[in-house]
């Protein structure tokens, strides 16, 4: 009898624990890593189960966009942050192609050619910061496609 009700107790959460698995999308993290782009309900319970047990590499991966993350809403808000906070000095090192500011948003975007993008950045400088009164998430959003 204790059997069965440990049985039922292990089972149940098991089910709570995955219950992400039934989603189409499990989510960046070693899962993600390990099971790729594969489909159906046993890839993606065994890669939510991954992501459940492997929570710190799922948090990895959030914060740093690896395994899997490429840079939805959360990594917007913090860029949008990052332009509201610095504007002045980010328009400052757009319009020389250079400096602290476009470095760090460079890094902050994962730019794979940070020359060509801080190149693309000062070549539109007019097109990004169309007025005085320009919003930061105007600006982020004209940056992103400059993103390569």
């Known amino acids: 009898m204790l059997r069965k009700k440990i049985a ?12 992400s698995a ?5 989510g960046p993290g070693l899962g993600y890593v390990l099971i790729g782009d594969k489909s159906g309900p046993v890839y993606d319970l065994l890669a939510s189960w991954l992501n459940n047990w492997f929570w710190w590499n799922q948090a990895f991966a959030i914060t ?22 610095n504007m002045d000095a980010l328009a400052a090192d757009i319009a020389k192609g250079e400096g602290e500011y476009i470095d760090t948003l460079s890094t902050m975007l994962n730019v794979s050619d940070s020359v060509a993008f ?18 930061a998430e105007e600006v982020t959003s004209k940056i992103y496609s400059f993103v390569s």
Do not use: C, H, P, R
């Not at 690896?66 to 509201?84: K, P, R, W």
């Open 8 to 19: 039922a107790l292990v089972a149940a959460g098991m089910l709570v624990l995955s219950s």
């Open 22 to 26: 039934f989603a189409t999308n499990v």
């Open 64 to 85: 740093f966009g690896t395994s899997g993350y490429d840079q939805g809403l959360i990594g917007m808000t913090e860029t949008n942050q990052f332009v509201a906070d």
């Open 118 to 135: 801080k190149a693309a950045l000062q070549n539109n400088f007019d097109e990004i910061f169309t007025s005085a009164d320009v919003s």
